[in-house]
């Protein structure tokens, strides 16, 4: 599966940006879906996933509440909607597929090119 992130962008602290991964071929409904960031200097670190029907999800601890995981099997799309965006939230954002339900980004088999998103001050 290839995976095509965008949304990314320079926002002001406390805006709001909604990212999208959208996967191409038609096997995105057997895929867990995670999203995962990283930092210049620092490692890739998880941010959310998706089971494989949607009905369950995971996100960092200190995301939860302004950040949101969702897919749309029929647009084979997995989005990521990001409030009150923080300086500490730049980073670029990943998006992944693999065949088990992990924050751990060893178990994801495959990857999207990434997406930059700048918060500023």
């Known amino acids: 599966v290839q995976l095509q992130a965008s949304g990314g962008g320079l926002v002001q602290a406390g805006g709001s940006l909604r990212l999208s991964c959208a996967a191409s071929?038609?096997?995105?409904?057997?895929?867990?879906m995670g999203w995962f960031r990283q930092a210049p200097g620092k490692e890739r670190e998880f941010v959310a996933a998706?089971?494989?029907?949607?009905?369950?999800?995971s996100y960092k601890e200190s995301l939860k509440g302004r950040f949101t995981i969702s897919r749309d099997s029929a647009k084979n799309t997995v989005y990521l909607q990001m409030n009150s965006l923080k300086p500490e939230d730049t980073a670029v954002y990943l998006c992944?597929?693999?065949?088990?339900?992990?924050?751990?980004?060893?178990?994801?088999?495959?990857w999207g090119q990434g997406t930059q998103v700048t918060v500023s001050s």
């Open positions: 998706i089971t494989l029907n949607g009905r369950g999800t």
């Open positions: 071929g038609h096997t995105f409904s057997s895929y867990t």
């Open positions: 992944a597929a693999g065949s088990r339900y992990s924050i751990q980004p060893s178990v994801y088999d495959y």
